[in-house]
């Protein structure tokens, strides 16, 4: 069942969702050759101490497994769920940082993907693109739309540019609790899906492949990884659909 928030609950959401989006524009400035993934981590659980928020990821549990930290970090072909280590960053490589907490209730939920100093233009290419297709999909975060019209616009982006879309995660619903309906693929049908209505919070999170759209879960349990070892890059807002169109909560 979808909640649609009263303008009221959309209010309290950006709170969080503003504390995500200010310690993810930290996080983005400290990525550089040499800093460990470790290091991003604790600077997050700290903000999260100071901002009087609660972490959205540490302890969260999928049957038997608990995520262990408040950050998701994931390096090159990683796609999702990277667990922060003492693996150190170097140049030329990407990393998605997933972060969310909650305030009061309620949940922001957001990602990047970042270069690690200079990287060589497929990459460069790879980020811009999933970028845009996240953009691309929020346009169609409207009132009238369907889920199939979201998901068509990142796809579209994504493929054009020889790329491919993650099946395997999708977006979803956000709220009083960090994962809600709707489901959000990052691809489909125009027309076709859910159709959207004024109150509903999404975060939308296109993970795009340089290669195929295939993924692998470690054996940690957590860590997604692409399938054939080519690089993934992932971007996440939180957004309300408005009557009058769609409002990205997820920004400082």
């Excluded at 140049?91 to 939920?109: E, K, N, Q, T």
């Excluded at 076709?192 to 993924?215: C, D, F, Q, Y």
Aim: hydrophobic letters at 40%; proline letters at 5%; a negative charge.
């Amino acid at each position: 069942m979808i909640e649609l928030k009263t303008s009221a609950e959309i209010e309290k959401m950006r709170k969080p969702a503003k504390v995500v989006a200010d310690i993810l524009a930290v996080l983005r400035d400290m990525v550089r050759p040499g800093i460990t993934t470790a290091e991003l981590d604790r600077t997050a659980e700290r903000m999260i101490a100071r901002a009087g928020a609660r972490s959205a990821f540490k302890h969260y549990r999928v049957g038997a497994a608990v995520f262990p930290a408040v950050l998701c970090v994931s390096i090159n072909e990683q796609v999702v769920h990277g667990i922060p280590s003492d693996r150190v960053l170097h140049p030329g490589d990407i990393v998605s940082l997933d972060f969310g907490v909650s305030i009061d209730g309620y949940y922001g939920d957001a990602a990047i993907t970042v270069a690690v100093g200079e990287v060589d233009e497929a990459s460069r290419r790879l980020i811009e693109t999933t970028e845009r297709s996240l953009y691309a999909g929020i346009e169609n975060l409207r009132p009238g739309c369907r889920l199939g019209d979201v998901g068509a616009a990142v796809q579209k982006v994504a493929e054009a540019e020889g790329f491919s879309v993650v099946r395997d995660f999708v977006g979803h619903g956000i709220g009083r609790a960090l994962h809600e309906e709707p489901q959000v693929p990052n691809f489909g049908t125009p027309g076709k899906g859910r159709s959207l209505k004024a109150g509903m919070v999404i975060a939308i999170e296109p993970m795009v492949n340089m290669g195929t759209p295939g993924v692998r879960v470690l054996d940690d349990g957590w860590t997604a990884v692409t399938a054939d070892g080519r690089r993934s890059a992932h971007f996440e807002h939180t957004v309300a659909v408005r009557e009058s169109g769609p409002e990205i909560l997820t920004v400082a």
